[in-house]
């Protein structure tokens, strides 16, 4: 089963979910800014994506800018940071099994199907 992590107030999100539908394959939506990704889940999404924790974060939100920017933290802080401010996920994630890729440009869909 495929999962998107998705955002629907962002464009990107928005288009990566149409292209699944388009495909006509099934799929779970995880509206992850109301069902935030748990630890476990985030460093499960993490490994699918072959990607460090600060990789997927959207360093121009205002919550990075403000309290995160120029620090320095481990990975496992990185990922409760991202467990405790869900906005800083970089969206949407799409999920096939043990691959996972980041949608932006959201025909990176297609490299998952």
Known sequence: ???IYHNNRCGKSRSAL?????????????E???ETPTIEELKSLL???????HDIIRTNESVYV?????????DEEWI?????H????????????N?????RPPEKVQEIL
């Open 99 to 103: 691959k996972a890729v980041v949608a």
């Open 18 to 30: 149409c292209l699944l539908e388009e495909a006509g394959v099934p799929f779970k939506t995880v």
């Open 47 to 53: 490994q699918k994506l072959k990607l460090k924790p």
């Open 86 to 97: 869900p906005i800083l996920i970089e969206r949407p994630i799409v999920v096939n099994g």
């Open 66 to 74: 403000d309290n995160y920017k120029g620090k320095t933290f481990t």
């Open 32 to 34: 992850y800014l109301k």
């Open 1 to 3: 089963m495929i999962t």
């Open 80 to 84: 409760q940071i991202l467990h405790e």
